[in-house]
Structure formats: structure tokens, C-alpha cells
């Protein structure tokens, strides 16, 4: 018998062997814990960007149709990239919300320069405002058919004699056309690796 380090009694003796298999449910209960709540905060997230796609939706919407004249496409890309930008985000993933400015940027890019391409197609009266105002249907915010409105764009633009500005516009408009298709890109991907299938 030790007397500086005494035998535990009797009683006491499967105390650490109990202590020992509480900690390890403990620590069982709370790997649990962590990993539902992993799943929990998975599927929030989901919903979370579901809602931004939801919500892009209903503006898409709001503001399909041609617009008849450069003004009211004016007016109508200020109020749509407005209403984008007031698509709440706080709940989404720091990647899908870093994605989602960039589509921003690349949706106001792209329809600000179609309002400058077509405000001066009509100051020279030389290009068919109507073509080029379809185009901005496909361009602005569809993304249908690109194909498709870039090639009425050009039709429209060749086939009357145009300045030099215009067609730099024109060139600015495509560029802008391209760079917005790749965010629109890198946003699907980044939604898919949350489950979320966009529509464009």
C-alpha cells in the first residue's frame, strides 16, 4: 500500500472506467451533431440560392418584351439591374455570392452598352433601331439564344452604312455580350455544386 497515492475504494474504482465511456459518447453524440448539422446547413443553402434563381425569375419576367424606343430600354435596364441588386444574399455561400456580382456586373455591362450602341445607331439614322432592339431582348438579361441576337445585331449594323463609333460599339457590345455569358457560366457551376439546376 502506497500511502502518498492510496488505492481508490472499492466504490470508486469503476468511476474512471464510466468516465472514460461517457466521454466517448460524448464525443459520438457530437460528431453526430456536427455532421447534421453540416447536412442542415447544405440544405439552407440550397434554398437560400433556389430563392436568388426564384427571385431573378419573377424580374426576368417583369421585364420580358422589346422595348419600343432607346429610352424605355433605357429606363427599363436601370430598374432591372436595380431589382437584381436588391436580390438579398445574406444566406447563400461566400463562392455563389462572389459569382452572382459578377453576373451583376457583366448584366449592367452588357445593357449599358446596348443602350449606347443603339443611342447612337438613331443619332445617325443610319442602322434599324427595331433590329437592334430585339437584339437587346436576347442580350440583356434571356441569354436564350445568343447566337441568334448578335447575328440580327449584325445584320442590322452591315446592312446600312454605319460610322466608325457605331461599329466599335457594336464590337464593345459583343465583348460585353461574352463576358457576361462566362459569369452567367462560372454562376450555373458554382449553383450546381449546391444542387441548384439554374434556368437561364
Not at 420580358?64 to 429606363?75: D, K, Y
Not at 455563389?96 to 447612337?120: H, M, N, P, S
Request: hydrophobic fraction near 45%.
Amino acid at each position: 500500500m502506497n500511502l502518498l497515492a492510496p488505492d481508490p475504494p472499492a466504490c470508486f474504482r469503476g468511476a474512471k472506467a464510466d468516465s472514460r465511456s461517457a466521454f466517448m459518447r460524448a464525443t459520438i453524440l457530437l460528431v453526430i451533431l456536427l455532421a447534421l448539422s453540416g447536412c442542415a446547413s447544405t440544405g439552407s443553402k440550397k434554398s437560400a440560392i433556389n430563392s436568388v434563381f426564384e427571385q431573378r425569375a419573377q424580374i426576368k419576367a417583369k421585364f420580358a418584351g422589346t422595348p419600343r424606343s432607346v429610352e424605355e430600354l433605357a429606363s427599363s435596364t436601370q430598374k432591372l439591374v436595380a431589382a437584381l441588386k436588391a436580390i438579398k444574399l445574406n444566406d447563400c455561400p461566400a463562392d455563389f455570392r462572389a459569382a452572382w456580382f459578377d453576373y451583376l456586373v457583366g448584366v449592367e455591362d452588357t445593357r449599358t452598352k446596348l443602350v449606347r450602341l443603339e443611342q447612337l445607331a438613331q443619332e445617325e439614322n443610319g442602322v434599324d433601331v427595331s433590329s437592334l432592339l430585339k437584339f437587346g431582348e436576347a442580350a440583356g438579361l434571356s441569354h436564350l439564344n445568343p447566337a441568334a441576337g448578335v447575328a440580327a445585331m449584325l445584320d442590322a449594323m452591315f446592312s446600312k452604312k454605319s460610322s466608325d463609333k457605331t461599329q466599335v460599339a457594336a464590337q464593345q457590345l459583343l465583348a460585353a455580350q461574352q463576358r457576361l455569358d462566362d459569369s452567367w457560366r462560372k454562376l450555373e457551376r458554382t449553383a450546381m455544386n449546391y444542387g441548384v439546376a439554374p434556368q437561364r
